[in-house]
């Protein structure tokens, strides 16, 4: 076991974006979505020493995205979990500020909705409870009865130390300094601004996007990369991911599980459950929506137990649990469900609103 007096360094890489869509338990699919689906579980650990550190767990983010993170562990037999902390790239949050008492921990993060692109995660195979706001669960059964959801923690082994640091990383292995500069370019790239490649280098490119952006928005223009311009950003990027994507929308009083099929790559592809909790909405499809035709179905318990279900009378593939399923052929035989979905044309916009409403027939 490594000695209590070094600070101890856990680093995992994931750099996965599901298609348009947030979820984590997936259903493996052929051809060219495999490899994409078998990256969720893939996590890589190194470890390295440091002795200046007061007793602590501590997240740091080397990735050029803005984090939602999570930590789980079991105390006299329970297990908690809590979140969430916002990790700013290049940035380190304390989770827990006391000596750590506990030999394994659980870590989960995932980048936050106001960037382009799939939500990318960094998960592991340990499931414990999270919800949309900041939460401390106990248990870790039963997430969905509980109003929580579901989402797979890595695993992390500290020995007998009392202070630890777990690094969020990508494949371009930035350093805090350099994963600083490329999460600036991330965003104004997500804002349409040309800041060249995101490499964590301060070019010219990258300094006149973030100088045009303080002027616009009324901070103090130079380069410095403060907390505040961080803000900003993440504000003006969600601003535009509110208005674009497809989003599902609950206006009864009962819990709505919804599904979505579209097309990618000249594949339909169904992906599903997203929950909507009465008179809410989430976003099944993230950005600027590139297809004009997609198809969905959503059902509900309503009152007596009786079934309630939004569909049509196009077959699609799905199943009791979350997934991601390709091709809506011999959806039976396959081991999964076959259900009629509704063709929903959105003409040709960026975004589109569904609501599900509740009428004499259901």
């Given amino acids: 076991m490594p000695p209590s007096s070094l600070l101890y360094h856990a680093s995992f890489k994931a750099n996965v974006s599901m298609p348009g869509s947030e979820f984590l338990r997936v259903i493996l699919a052929p051809r060219k979505f495999s490899a994409l689906i078998l990256a969720v579980c893939a996590v890589a650990f190194s470890a390295a020493g440091s002795s200046d550190a007061k007793a602590e767990y501590q997240f740091c983010n080397k990735t050029s995205y803005i984090l939602m993170s999570a930590i789980g562990y079991q105390d006299k037999g329970r297990w908690y979990s809590e979140g969430w902390w916002l990790l700013q790239p290049g940035r380190c949050e304390t989770v827990l500020a006391d000596p750590l008492d506990k030999k394994t921990y659980y870590t989960f993060a995932r980048s936050v ?14 499931r414990l409870c999270v919800a949309p706001d900041k939460f401390r669960f106990e248990g870790r059964d039963d997430c969905e009865r509980r109003g929580a959801i579901e989402r797979l923690f890595a695993r992390i ?29 991330r965003l104004l790239t997500d804002l349409g ?9 301060m070019g010219k490119r990258t300094r ?18 403060t907390v505040e311009l ?26 709505v599980w919804a599904a979505i099929g579209r097309q990618i790559e000249g594949d339909l592809v169904s992906t599903g459950w997203f929950r909507l ?26 009152t007596g137990g009786k079934r ?14 979350r997934f991601t399923i390709v091709g809506r052929d011999d959806c039976e035989k396959r081991g999964f469900k076959k259900t009629g979905f509704e063709r929903i044309d ?6 589109w609103t569904q609501t599900f409403t509740l009428s004499e027939e259901h």
């Fill in 193 to 201: 601004f040309r800041p060249g490649r995101i490499d964590g280098l």
């Fill in 157 to 185: 082994d500290i020995g007998d130390t009392d202070k630890w640091t777990t690094s969020f990383t990508e494949t371009s292995d930035f350093t805090l300094e350099r994963a600083r500069i490329a999460g600036v370019q």
């Fill in 208 to 225: 006149n996007g973030i100088y045009k952006f303080k002027r616009d928005h009324g901070l103090k223009v130079n380069q410095e990369l």
């Fill in 346 to 351: 959105t003409g040709a916009k960026s975004g």
């Fill in 113 to 126: 909705a106001a960037h382009k692109g799939g939500i990318k995660y960094f998960a592991g195979a340990q």
């Fill in 230 to 255: 961080f803000d900003a950003l993440m504000t003006e990027a969600g601003k535009i991911q509110e208005t674009t994507g497809y989003n599902m929308c609950n206006r009864t009083e009962l819990l």
């Fill in 277 to 302: 909790d009465p008179d809410t909405c989430t976003k099944a499809i993230k950005d600027k929506l590139t297809n004009n035709v997609f198809y969905t179905y959503a059902e509900a318990q309503g």
């Fill in 308 to 321: 309630v279900a939004w569909g049509g009378p196009h077959d699609m593939c799905t199943m009791d649990n």
